[in-house]
């Protein structure tokens, strides 16, 4: 475990994904503050990535910083254009990273083990549509919760958390891209794609999803001993989700380790 503080944190290698820039959910800022404040030896774009937010990362990567950029199903015209370097970029559909403590872990976006994405790409596309009118309705509940005095409380994320098929849908695809993992002899697998943070064992097999920068806002990072954490950066940074400014003063909140 560890807290935050107002310094820039290093760490062995960082994994984000799931921008998601320019929609009316994503927190570009707070994106923007977790770069500013983290520095890293390996950084891992694990798809849905687009637009400014690749100038900070260009400046990492001049830096010295080994940014490795796997594109995913937002952004999968870039999949025409891997095995190269761009700025120094990575760009690779896959990769393996070797943790400090000598774990090999797969690193994919994940849209390839969804089976709606796989096999019904009209519904992926009516999905995307559902999840941002909740988004919409999100944005006014917690306008409406301000009012009255109450804190900000995420409606898409409680309801993708209660929603049976949601729950299914996830443990799915965890199972599925972990018995991938199985299947090429690695000792775990980092994925974004479905928007939910988590580290666990499967069957033997670490799963670890990096989340998204549009609900969760959070990251995992490998310290310099292997361990791995997930961090949730708009609680760590006490920000508010519903305003674009940030506040300096930083909470102290421990993060998921594994």
């Keep these: 475990m560890m807290n935050f503080v107002s310094r820039v944190s290093r760490f062995r290698a960082i994994w984000i994904s799931d921008f998601h820039l320019g929609t009316r959910g994503c927190k570009a800022e707070f994106l923007l503050d977790f770069l500013r404040h983290t520095e890293s030896e390996y950084l891992y774009l694990v798809g849905d990535i687009i637009d400014d937010v690749i100038q900070k990362v260009l400046r990492k990567a001049r830096k010295g910083t080994k940014v490795i950029y796997i594109p995913?199903?937002?952004?999968?015209?870039?999949?025409?254009y891997t095995e190269l370097q761009m700025g120094g970029v990575l760009l690779l559909p896959e990769a393996l990273h070797v943790t400090a403590d000598g774990r090999r872990l797969l690193v994919v976006h994940g849209d390839a083990f969804d089976?709606?994405?796989?096999?019904?790409?009209?519904?992926?596309?009516?999905?995307?549509?559902?999840?941002?009118?909740?988004?919409?309705?999100?944005?006014?509940?917690?306008?409406?919760?301000?009012?009255f005095g109450y804190p900000y409380w995420s409606l898409s994320a409680y309801l993708k958390a209660k929603v049976k098929n949601a729950v299914q849908f996830v443990g799915d695809y965890a199972n599925a891209i972990s018995a991938e993992a199985r299947?090429?002899?690695?000792?775990?697998?980092?994925?974004?794609?479905?928007?939910?943070?988590?580290?666990?064992?499967?069957?033997?097999?670490l799963y670890c999803n990096d989340g998204d920068w549009v609900e969760?806002?959070?990251?995992?990072?490998?310290h310099f001993d292997g361990s791995l954490e997930i961090i949730r950066w708009a609680e760590l940074r006490a920000l508010d989700p519903m305003s674009p400014a940030l506040r300096p003063e930083p909470a102290h909140v421990e993060m998921t380790e594994a």
């Design 72 to 80: 995913g199903n937002h952004d999968e015209w870039l999949r025409e």
């Design 115 to 147: 089976g709606v994405m796989r096999y019904a790409k009209w519904l992926a596309l009516l999905g995307d549509w559902a999840y941002e009118l909740t988004l919409r309705l999100n944005n006014v509940f917690n306008r409406a919760r301000r009012l």
């Design 183 to 205: 299947e090429r002899k690695v000792d775990g697998i980092v994925c974004g794609h479905i928007h939910h943070a988590e580290i666990r064992d499967i069957g033997g097999i």
């Design 216 to 222: 969760s806002c959070s990251a995992l990072v490998e």
